[in-house]
């Protein structure tokens, strides 16, 4: 089946410094990716909706500035986390759509972020 | 979007059958019920879907009331394997590829040994 590949799965940064993280769809072509957060004990939130060639849109509560997305393939999305601060260690989920009616989003690995 | 409520956890002995319950008394017509598990430090996998009738895969079945207000899970046989968070989840039909999913706070099964 499809698959999404996220990279780094884990990453450890200081405070200050920015991290990027990778979602690749791997054998289909992604139009529509999801990036979502997810904190211990807790549920996915979308913080943004990333197509490819145009701007994201993002959920109402998260930066823009500090969480740049870009889709400039339909195979790849990054989500760059700048100046990242401890509170924005946390678990980073991307979800990547073809556009067909398949019924099925395909998940990546998830990438967990410390900010040290 | 329609909401969805689960219990918070559930536990289940290995190898019994678990039933997972999942209430959505605001479902509209052209939401289908889909159902996600999330493996500990893992991002979501599908696991089924279903609109009206009863489905079935290799992972589970979906039971799904005859007014569609509510639906089951059915896991057959539980595995060490099968604990997780599920997730029931409403999806428009109408723009089924592209829209976002929301999630809930799911179920947290427990399988033990």
């Known amino acids: 089946g499809a698959v999404v590949s996220q990279h780094p799965s884990r990453v450890i940064c200081k405070s200050g410094t920015s991290v990027k993280i990778e979602c690749r769809s791997l054998?289909?072509?992604?139009?529509?990716m999801f990036w979502y957060r997810q904190f211990p004990k807790q549920s996915l939130m979308l913080m943004a909706t990333s197509n490819e060639g145009s701007k994201a849109t993002y959920e109402q509560g998260v930066e823009k500035d500090k969480f740049l997305i870009n889709h400039a393939s339909l195979t790849l999305s990054t989500l760059t986390v700048t100046s990242a601060h401890p509170e924005d260690s946390s678990f980073y989920i991307c979800?990547?759509?073809?556009?067909?009616?398949?019924?099925?989003?395909?998940f990546g690995e998830g990438s967990r972020l410390t900010v040290l | 979007d329609a909401k969805t409520t689960q219990p918070n956890s559930m536990e289940s002995n290995e190898e019994e059958p678990v039933h997972l319950p999942c209430n959505h008394s605001?479902?509209?017509?052209?939401?289908?019920i889909h159902w996600y598990r999330q493996l500990p430090s893992q991002g979501p996998e599908y696991v089924i879907h279903g609109l009206t009738s009863n489905v079935n895969n290799r992972m589970a079945s979906l039971a799904i009331a005859e007014d569609r207000k509510s639906s089951t899970l059915i896991l057959h046989r539980a595995t060490l394997r099968d604990a997780a968070v599920y997730y029931c989840i409403l999806r428009d039909s109408f723009n089924f590829g592209n829209e976002k999913l929301t999630f809930g706070t799911g179920t947290r099964l427990t399988i033990i040994p």
């Open positions: 979800s990547a759509s073809s556009g067909t009616n398949t019924g099925e989003l395909f």
């Open positions: 605001t479902i509209s017509g052209t939401d289908y």
């Open positions: 054998d289909f072509q992604a139009t529509t």
